[in-house]
DNA sequence: CAAATTTCAGGCCAACTGAAATTT
DNA sequence: CAAATTTCAGTTGGCCTGAAATTT
């Protein structure tokens, strides 16, 4: 009897539970690279602030798909360590102008470098052209739904 | 400027990156797909003791990576709803004796069907060959890394 | 007035820690 | 006694709902 080795072969043949599974070795690199302080969902949203520039939470929320509600404390945290600011929109305001601070842009430049190296672990078994087609084909999966959500 | 559209290119650099979001969107699909009463985790058990037989939750949860702890209240969904059944092992009878029950192997099955469709709805953009290498691609770095797991 | 934005209170699940109880 | 197994109590993050406060 096959006792040892992983996990079951009738999950297995799911690519969704595959990258279920790769996204939980993600973490367990994240832990071990000592990736503690500022989150996945922090790092986007910089990276948000820095492609598209300041923006209103509301407008956060519906690029990234982080809930309103959430972003308030991610909001708070990044506000508190000087990464980010929340000022009125005076010509509305309901709305926060949100952006981010030459600190934030530095720790930015200083995560994205680790999920460099996060990402060259997770994908250790594989060469160059492998991880080109990899990349290739999530790319296409997701560009395919991100599509679907805006047109309907 | 582009300020439509989605993610920012910083993240969506990252293959773990784009992994993690069309984990979510399987989330969503299978919420869509109605799959609320059996939970990936229980199906993922209830796999587990199908193709390896019955199981102590140790080794349940050593194979499948699901802590101990969270494991007592998924078994205890699974027996409340006649899916699987606890018996003490009288050879240690700190053990329990897991194993999944007809209707166990039933509702797998049906849940099992689900996932396949859920599968496909993923994949929708991609044909055969390319399901197939993405498939052999994520198969790869997941094998790899559950052999640095138990050789170290 | 209704609608939009931010915020809070609280729910759920998954991942974890620490400690208890029982048995070896 | 120490170690293993199961269980419980409690924390955290991510995702969710519902409702409040403010402004349009």
Redesign the pocket.
């Known amino acids: 009897v096959d006792t040892e080795s992983g996990l079951p072969d009738q999950m297995l043949r799911f690519s969704s539970f595959l990258m279920l599974q790769l996204v939980?070795e993600s973490r367990?690199i994240a832990g071990e690279l000592g990736d503690e302080d500022l989150?996945?969902?922090h790092l986007t949203v910089l990276t948000c602030l820095e492609q598209f520039g300041a923006a209103?939470?509301?407008e956060i929320?519906d690029r990234l798909?982080?809930?309103?509600?959430?972003l308030?404390s991610l909001?708070d945290d990044l506000e508190r360590r000087g990464l980010a600011t929340?000022r009125r929109d005076e010509q509305?305001?309901?709305?926060?102008q949100v952006d981010v601070t030459p600190a934030g842009r530095k720790a930015l430049r200083r995560r994205l470098a680790m999920a460099e190296r996060l990402n060259d672990v997770l994908l250790a078994p594989l060469d160059a052209a492998e991880r080109t087609q990899l990349h290739e084909l999530l790319t296409r999966v997701h560009g395919y739904h991100e599509a679907r959500r805006t047109t309907g």
């Open positions: 939980k367990r989150r996945a969902t209103s939470q509301k929320s798909r982080i809930d309103a509600s959430d308030v909001l929340r509305d305001r309901r709305r926060y």
